[in-house]
Nanobody
């Protein structure tokens, strides 16, 4: 059974930083691309960042470019999201997810087939 577990969320002031982690079990982690999505109250879940299986390509939502960095450690079955210069509009539940795709399609939610339970990120102004 595939399981994804996020950690690292919390409350932070605007301009601060958080580092989210997602540990994957039950599958060969290094064969799958990974993504981070977020969902704010009353809004749809949206793409934030993604990384291919080998870490060779990364993609970001325009509004987080230059502030967020996605990375992965295949030896530890972990994908991370370093979030700097946080803004109140970054407040949301953040989810990690995995996909067998390795192309530009990893930007799109329907291409993901396994999801974590999410971790809350709250940025105060």
């Amino acid at each position: 059974q595939v399981q994804l577990g996020e950690s690292g969320g919390g409350l932070v002031q605007a301009g601060g930083s958080l580092r989210l982690s997602c540990v994957v079990s039950g599958r060969t982690f290094s064969r799958y691309s990974m993504g981070w999505f977020r969902q704010a109250p009353g809004k749809e879940r949206e793409f934030v960042a993604a990384i291919t299986w080998d870490g060779g390509s990364t993609y970001y939502k325009d509004s987080v470019k230059g502030r967020f960095t996605i990375s992965r450690d295949n030896a530890k079955n972990t994908v991370n999201l370093q979030m700097n210069s946080l803004k109140p509009e970054d407040t949301a539940v953040y989810f990690c997810a995995s996909t067998p795709r390795a192309d530009y399609g990893i930007r799109f939610r329907p291409n993901y087939n396994y999801w974590g339970q999410g971790t809350q990120v709250t940025v105060s102004s």
